[in-house]
């Protein structure tokens, strides 16, 4: 078993080991407790079989949501995207498509779309102007005073809005993310993501929840009171992560952010390494950023209750590097004779191994269990899985090493612009 | 004009399974990942592999497990494991529990004012009118200076040409 020693190496051996291993366990924890407070079907439901989806309960009224689908360079998924938009059971929305300066043929679909449709509604912005402007710009094209805003690849269940509109019931809630499932699956890397979501993202999402605050919602799909984005000004143009930095602005300004498992939305996800790799050096850059920027003295009290969310982004910058340490002392033992404070001569071996294993077989025979009922297709690729959390926690190690630089060395005042991500294989 | 309205059953699957649609390039690298993730995955399961084994011998296991002391190890790893899964664990539902105590039957929060084109107006440098008028146009073009901002609307006819 890893001590944490005298020496640093010695600590940060223990650190690298012990940190994921308790965190796993923390997740799992709070993602059981919110299954069993929040998330457990009524009575009523259990009985019956479990294909038979649950409903949204009804709402006193419904008010009007604008859906929001910013667009850049969209022409290939955005036809898609719109027919399940239109397909949804909440009785009272609108569309806003924002072509934001595409290249391609966006433009031609969504006026094409506007035209068949009355509830669709076009904004084209003269200039790519990026996400966050897009967002903003739509935000304020509406007289809705609730928005829910979801990618322009994305499919969201004709229920989602419905489970949604669910939490503004309570005049805290400022927004509600939905919960992401991957439709791509045709490789490997597409296979890993539809486990990654159930047994990473989906697990902290819980747990976060349990804990009452969440480090991001999903951009992907998220619902926002228009109210509490007024209070906090909106997106910000200049965050590479508008998603968590939104979140957080809301959090210190006591809006409570909320999770809807039920709420399910299929995105593409990239499937090559460098596809992978780019968004996830994105979101990690992102998240320092958002890091950096709340790390000040003025918000440290009224974001008290993000502080465990602020330490626990910040204990997994400093793992990052703290394997990194380990694992090239690890190698260059190989090949150099070290001297013994600083030789490491065993890797994840003895029972420490076992406990990892063992780990990752309860955290991925968990989130099967929690999630099974939202995509029952996602068994068969849990055979893929067992080993994920460890590539997880490896990917999020090389992330996170570049990130950290990248957003040091970052003007502040850059405008964040779109990429065009890598969707996958496609039919 | 189409009107919406719930089409479920139009819908076609979003799942897409088209695996044999991979390069052979993507087929190999994958292949090779998930072997090389699940030789370390079984790496790490040695000790226990290496128990079972021995168990195998009954004799070898009794005498390694339990006359050399080889079980103290696995049950001192098991229980500061487990009694600090516990604390932490402990602490987040004792916590999660206290909030929801605390809090039941005590909002305090209004959902806020509704955010009225004239909010919108002062906030951002426009005319409140002009605001509401958009706010009902079904197609925009929008500008904005450098910094972001909307320099500019203006209001695209229906009269669309639309070549798809």
Redesign the interface.
């Known amino acids: 078993m890893s001590d944490f020693g005298t020496s640093p190496v010695e600590f940060f051996s223990a650190y690298s080991y012990y940190y994921p291993l308790f965190m796993a366990y923390l997740w799992m924890i709070g993602a059981v407790f919110y299954y069993f407070r929040y998330e457990r079907p009524p009575k009523s439901h259990r009985d019956l079989p479990r294909d038979v989806p649950e409903t949204p309960p009804p709402l006193p009224e419904y008010p009007l949501v604008t859906i929001i689908v910013p667009c850049h360079n969209e022409g290939r998924d955005i036809e898609d995207t719109v027919e399940y938009l239109l397909a949804s059971t909440y009785p009272n929305f609108d569309i806003l498509l924002v072509n934001d300066g595409s290249g391609d043929e966006t433009r031609d679909i969504l006026d094409k779309l506007a035209t068949q449709f009355a509830n669709v509604r076009v904004i084209h912005a003269a200039r790519n102007q990026g996400k966050a402007v897009a967002l903003t710009t739509a935000s304020l094209m509406t007289s809705a005073q609730y928005l829910c805003c979801i990618d322009a690849d994305a499919l969201l269940d004709p229920e989602a809005l419905s489970w949604m509109m669910v939490h503004f019931l309570n005049p805290r809630v400022g927004a509600v993310t939905g919960n992401p499932r991957v439709r791509n699956r045709s490789t490997l890397l597409g296979r890993l993501q539809v486990g990654e979501y159930s047994s990473i993202v989906g697990l902290i999402k819980r747990a976060q929840r349990t804990y009452g605050r969440i480090f991001t919602v999903s951009g992907v799909v998220a619902c926002f009171r228009k109210a509490a984005l007024h209070d906090v000004g909106y997106w910000s143009s200049d965050m590479l992560t508008e998603d968590i930095d939104v979140s957080w602005n809301l959090q210190i300004r006591h809006w409570d952010v909320r999770f809807e498992p039920k709420a399910q939305c299929w995105i593409l996800a990239p499937e090559t390494l460098k596809g992978l790799w780019q968004q996830r050096l994105r979101w990690s850059t992102g998240g320092i950023q958002v890091m950096m920027k709340n790390w000040r003295i003025e918000h440290l009290w009224s974001a008290r209750r993000m502080w465990p969310v602020l330490l626990e982004y910040a204990m997994s910058v400093l793992w990052a590097y703290s394997i990194t340490v380990i694992a090239v002392l690890w190698l260059i033992g190989f090949f150099i004779e070290l001297p013994p404070e600083y030789r490491i001569t065993r890797f994840l071996s003895g029972w420490n191994g076992v406990m990892v294993g063992t780990t990752c077989l309860l955290q991925v025979g968990i989130s099967l269990a929690l999630d099974s009922r939202y995509d029952q297709g996602s068994l068969k690729t849990f055979y893929w899985m067992i080993w994920y959390p460890l590539a997880y926690w490896m990917l999020s190690m090389f992330t996170t090493i570049v990130a950290v630089p990248r957003a040091l060395l970052r003007d502040t005042k850059k405008r964040a612009r779109w990429n065009s991500p890598d969707r996958g294989i496609a039919p | 004009?189409?009107?919406?309205?719930?089409?479920?059953s139009?819908?076609?699957s979003?799942?897409?399974?088209?695996?044999d649609?991979?390069s052979p390039q993507?087929r190999t690298?994958?292949?090779a990942?998930?072997l090389a993730?699940?030789a370390?995955?079984f790496?790490?399961?040695?000790?226990?592999l290496a128990l079972l084994a021995w168990s195998l011998g009954l004799q070898q296991a009794f005498k390694y497990m339990v006359v050399l002391g080889g079980y103290h190890?696995?049950i001192?790893?098991i229980g500061?494991?487990s009694l600090?899964?516990l604390l932490?664990?402990g602490a987040?539902?004792v916590?999660?529990v206290y909030?929801?105590m605390r809090f039941r039957d005590d909002?305090r929060?209004?959902?806020?004012?509704?955010?009225t084109?004239a909010?919108?107006g002062l906030?951002?440098g426009?005319d409140p009118l002009a605001?509401?008028r958009?706010?009902?146009?079904?197609?925009?073009?929008?500008?904005?200076d450098q910094?972001?901002k909307?320099s500019?609307v203006e209001v695209?006819s229906?009269d669309?040409h639309?070549?798809?």
Not at chain 2, 43 to 48: E, G, S, V
């Open positions: 004009m189409e009107q919406s309205g719930p089409r479920h139009t819908l076609k979003p799942l897409i399974e088209r695996s649609l991979q993507q690298l994958y292949g990942l998930t993730f699940w370390f995955w790496y790490l399961w040695l000790p226990l190890e696995v001192r790893v500061l494991y600090i899964i932490l664990g987040l539902v916590w999660a909030n929801i909002e929060r209004t959902g806020g004012l509704p955010v084109p909010m919108i906030d951002f426009q605001v509401e958009w706010q009902g146009e079904q197609r925009l073009r929008v500008s904005h910094g972001g909307i500019h695209l229906d669309v639309v070549d798809v």
